[in-house]
């Protein structure tokens, strides 16, 4: 951001005042003094704990070049569109660079704050044509929520002297849409797979069509493992996510805990040869109801830097087995009854 000469551009579910936003603000602000555009986004409710119904006003107030958006208000008596919100994390500088992944900006999320133990993240940082992708998700959402319409093709960025092996593609996910990208792209991924999957996701809340299709990858032979955190951050939705286990367990799914503390990372890597890097987690909310975006990859040093890590993260993490979970007749009845409201967490 420090090298920014046109437009730097944010789009957050959550944005919460502390150390890491902070240093970003003060960034900004100077920025926004030497000509620079900003434009900010960040969700209502992902905020509605940390920043005050005026900070819009407030971020405003500091400079004229910056510019900002409240995604989806939550207004009383509201319909069923306030399940609709902005999961998206993007940040883009000058077309040039941009990033995405799980990291919102709190202090949680770079390990300043410690609520559940260690936060395990992921994010990934574009640069060249790829960044075109992340700055038309971010644009179409400025404009279809502010009277300022900003034209795509006069932020878009012609990097023809960046050369890598690989392809990458960024896509979004929009829940007014007829197609829900962000599943069909795991399924998809999950139903090519040869010899390996991993993925690492905070909640394991699937769908039917979801876990079949995981289950059928191991029936076929794919070696398919799982992270999950170990210490977590909503209880109820932790014990959803251990009642997934049971099937996929009993299928040959390996399905491990981080034990040092909150998996927040939402990827998947098959084969050692494609990977996906974005906000999705395996839920309803982010399936099916939420704004998301991801980072679709094959043949990058980001696959293989991610693989990496996932192995690093698994050594660092316990397997669960059946003997683990709560089998007794209370706890299958409880777990029922909490996948009847799954959707709605």
């Known amino acids: 951001m420090c090298q920014a000469k046109k437009f730097i551009f944010m ?62 208000r939550v207004k009383l008596f509201d319909d069923v569109v306030v399940n609709n919100r902005d999961h998206r994390k993007i940040l883009v500088i000058d077309g040039k660079v941009g990033f995405t992944g799980g990291i919102n900006i709190a202090d949680e999320y770079i390990n300043k704050k410690v609520k559940y133990g260690h ?39 012609n990097s023809h002297d960046i050369i890598c092996k690989g392809f990458v593609q960024p896509f979004g996910d929009n829940p007014l849409a007829e197609i829900e990208v962000g599943q069909n792209v795991y399924i998809d991924m999950i139903n090519q797979a040869n010899e390996s999957i991993y993925i690492m996701t905070p909640y394991l809340i699937l769908d039917e069509m979801t876990q079949n299709a995981i289950i059928l990858a191991t029936t076929r032979g794919v070696q398919v493992n799982i992270l999950t955190p170990g210490m977590p951050d909503k209880k ?58 991801g980072v679709y990859m094959y043949g990058t040093q980001a696959v293989d830097d991610l693989y990496v890590d996932t192995i690093y993260t698994i050594l660092k993490s316990k397997q669960i087995r059946l003997a683990d979970l709560e089998l007794n007749g209370i706890g299958l009845v409880t777990d029922t009854i909490l996948r009847v409201f799954a959707p709605l967490m």
């Open 11 to 72: 789009e957050y579910f959550i944005i919460e005042e502390g150390e890491m936003w902070g240093e970003i603000l003060k960034i900004l602000v100077e920025k926004a003094h030497s000509g620079v555009q900003i434009r900010i986004i960040y969700d209502d409710i992902g905020c509605f704990q940390t920043l005050s119904w005026e900070y819009r006003h407030h971020l405003e107030e500091l400079h004229t070049n910056i510019r900002c958006v409240v995604f989806n």
């Open 119 to 157: 936060w395990k993240d992921i994010g990934i940082r574009l640069e060249g044509s790829g960044v075109w992708g992340l700055t038309c998700l971010f644009l179409e959402m400025w404009n279809a929520n502010n009277d300022e319409k900003l034209s795509p093709l006069e932020y878009k960025y």
């Open 236 to 293: 109820t939705v932790y014990r959803i996510t251990r009642s997934n286990y049971i099937s996929l367990i009993k299928a040959g799914v390996r399905i491990f805990e981080y034990t040092a503390g909150f998996i927040h990372a939402k990827s998947i890597v098959v084969d050692q040869q494609v990977a996906m890097i974005g906000t999705i987690n395996l839920d309803y909310r982010s399936l099916y109801l939420n704004f998301e975006c």
